[in-house]
């Protein structure tokens, strides 16, 4: 393995304050442990950048398919890991403690695994309509494209309400949109292909039939996945009860049904 760099990482030692700033007790298991993930192969890469990042080339036509697994674990540098992982500490904390560690931990894990591969559908898809064989050797690496999916959840359980993109304010339905433009200008660089990608894995689960689907699959092993708004607190007297949604969520008629019949089932 290598060191990423020798130097002073001031993007880490920011994020590992801002981290024990939010303290680490308040900080809910599965993101923690995104957050320590990605911090661990940021350290301790298991390969180098240009053999961990995703492109239709290196994925697809060479059949190294790992990079799948390896590029949202692998960030190009201090920085980059540190805008990602400040956004993943907040989005985290709030989805997490909404819907229960371990249905968390399966959208990160779906997500992680889908954006990467819609994105290859993009970037393919853009060299084929444009005859332009540099898409097909287009190479991303990062959490981002899951941090979009994550958005467009967070905007979902949070509707109503502004997001200031460049000092303007945009209704939170469209703040993913903007950000994707506003990023895209703001540093060419970045993957525009990559972050697309995340909306459209997030808008699959909320608006398309990918929430239904891992519902089913997570119905082949129910002792291990909990559904959503089935995480559990224990109280004084040892008796479970389902976690109240946190400050600024609003449940849905269907949710809060969910949630009765949980608490019943609880109490017999």
């Known amino acids: 393995m290598q060191r990423r760099s020798r130097g002073i990482n001031a993007g880490l030692i920011l994020l590992l ?96 695994l889908l954006t990467g591969v819609v994105y290859l559908f993009l970037e393919f898809a853009l060299a084929e309509f444009t005859d332009e064989p540099g898409f097909r050797r287009n190479c991303a690496v990062g959490f981002s494209g899951v941090l979009f999916a994550l958005k467009v959840l967070n905007n979902h359980y949070c509707p109503g309400g502004f997001a200031n993109i460049l000092g303007f304010p945009v209704p939170n339905r469209f703040a993913c949109w903007a950000e994707l433009v506003a990023i895209h200008f703001i540093s060419p660089g970045t993957s525009f292909a990559g972050h697309l990608a995340g909306i459209l894995v997030g808008l699959m689960y909320t608006h398309g039939p990918l929430k239904k689907i891992m519902e089913k699959c997570a119905g082949i092993f129910p002792s291990n996945i909990h559904y959503p708004g089935q995480q559990h607190h224990f109280n004084s007297s040892g008796n479970s009860r389902p976690s109240p949604p946190p400050y600024g969520f609003h449940l849905s008629p269907e949710e809060e049904m969910r949630r009765k019949r949980l608490h019943r089932f609880d109490s017999q």
Not at 35 to 58: I, Q, T
């Open 17 to 112: 304050s801002q981290i024990f700033h939010v303290g680490i007790n308040n900080i809910p298991p599965v993101t923690l442990a995104t957050l320590a993930l990605n911090v661990w192969f940021f350290l301790n890469p298991l390969k180098p950048l240009y053999e961990s990042c995703l492109s239709v080339e290196k994925c697809y036509q060479q059949k190294d398919w790992q990079r799948l697994l390896l590029s949202p674990l692998h960030h190009a540098d201090d920085w980059h890991l540190y805008f990602n992982m400040a956004s993943m500490l907040w989005k985290g904390i709030n989805l997490e403690r909404r819907l229960g560690s371990r249905w968390f931990a399966y959208i990160i894990i779906t997500f992680s």
